[in-house]
């Protein structure tokens, strides 16, 4: 293995995981053993939450006691408030918000690491909707314990009844992007916790991973590109200017999958079917038609290289449709991710060791130390 690809830790097995099964050659992705496809459009994100926490779906019983337990922890501790008011003050990021007041959840008191998972799901969605609406001169909306995760993660940001397609279409992608391998954030985590520390100091250092623009960035840029071209006729010009320029077409090619994303099926299914009753119909389909060109301009283009569509760009398309604003894509990402973070950190403290890879050293080992006054001026 060469010193480059040891320097992106590419093909090292870093974990064991029953989590997720990630297979970029063939364009597939299994959550906890079901297919991505299969579960993500179906499940409830509290069933999701049962099956990576604990291995298989619940029961009715435990789906309304865990459904009921989340919602019981919705209210954020008075320092959390505190804080995103200040980081509003400030104009803080969004992601800078998140970060800091996920710090905060472990104020009030000291729990368990099971109890901590359910605190950090059930707190993030009230962080990023406090905060925006903070940041938007607004006040916080009072969680309510009566509306699904997927409608409570929208009313905190909107306030008012949340309609059945905006909650299916959000629940969908947090379903389908809810864990996703040993990615960089996942590794952040279990980092973290391998040492034994707790899982909201974990799920800080995943968030602070997940704001870099290499991992969690891009489906904001996607939806700008789609906003940049305007029409169908624009779109082969304004795809070739880019790629002229050296510029990465956002959306399109997966450093994991040579092939199509297989969440990007799932999120362009769950975008047409909200696009057929609510949203911006003619916005849809002027995505599918750059969707269209843009893969064959890259295949005319860049032949020998699998650039297919992947799960950004329909997350920009599906967020912007159920109304969210695109400074807060990255955000819902978290809220998604949170639950995969969550599951890794537990099943690190149950299975694992401490993390503790080697570097290779590249520097020089024959120096001698001088004394200052010994040293050129």
């Not at 922890?73 to 008075?78: D, E, H, V």
């Not at 406090?130 to 306030?159: T, V």
């Not at 200017?241 to 450093?255: Q, T, Y």
């Not at 994303?261 to 799932?266: C, E, F, K, M, V």
Request: net charge neutral.
């Amino acid at each position: 293995m060469t010193t480059r690809e040891l320097t992106g830790l590419e093909g090292v097995v870093a974990a064991s995981t029953r989590l997720s099964l990630v297979d970029g050659n063939a364009g597939r992705l299994v959550l906890a053993g079901y297919p991505v496809e299969e579960i993500a459009p179906r499940a409830k994100f509290e069933e999701m939450v049962h099956l990576l926490w604990y291995g298989r779906l619940p029961t009715r019983q435990e789906l309304k006691e865990l459904t009921a337990n989340l919602a019981s922890r919705r209210r954020l501790p008075r320092a959390t408030l505190t804080l995103l008011r200040e980081a509003a003050g400030n104009s803080a990021p969004i992601m800078d918000a998140l970060r800091m007041a996920a710090a905060t959840l472990s104020l009030e008191r000291r729990e368990s690491p099971e109890e901590d998972a359910l605190t950090l799901v059930a707190a993030f969605p009230a962080i990023v909707g406090g905060y925006w609406r903070l940041k938007n001169g607004q006040e916080p909306i009072q969680p309510r314990e009566d509306f699904s995760h997927a409608n409570y993660c929208l009313h905190q940001m909107f306030g008012g009844e949340i309609g059945p397609e905006r909650a299916r279409g959000l629940e969908t992608y947090l379903n389908t992007v809810c864990d996703h391998g040993l990615n960089a954030s996942t590794f952040a985590a279990r980092v973290i916790v391998s040492t034994r520390s707790d899982l909201v100091s974990a799920v800080t250092g995943a968030v602070g991973a997940l704001k870099g623009p290499l991992h969690g960035g891009a489906p904001g840029p996607a939806l700008d590109m789609v906003f940049e071209i305007g029409r169908p006729d624009r779109a082969e010009g304004v795809i070739l200017s880019k790629l002229a320029r050296g510029e990465r077409l956002m959306g399109f090619g997966h450093r994991v999958y040579r092939v199509r994303d297989p969440r990007a099926d799932i999120l362009a299914t769950a975008a047409e079917k909200f696009y057929a009753t609510e949203g911006d119909r003619e916005l849809y389909e002027l995505a599918r038609n750059i969707e269209k060109i843009a893969l064959r301009v890259l295949a005319e283009h860049k032949p020998g290289r699998r650039l297919d569509t992947n799960v950004e760009f329909y997350t920009a398309l599906l967020l912007h449709g159920v109304g969210l604003p695109k400074e807060s894509f990255t955000p819902t990402f978290a809220i998604a991710r949170v639950l995969g973070w969550t599951a890794h950190c537990l099943e690190q403290l149950r299975d694992g060791r401490l993390i503790r890879p080697e570097s290779e050293y590249t520097g020089p080992v024959d120096l001698h130390f001088k004394p200052v006054s010994e040293r050129p001026n």
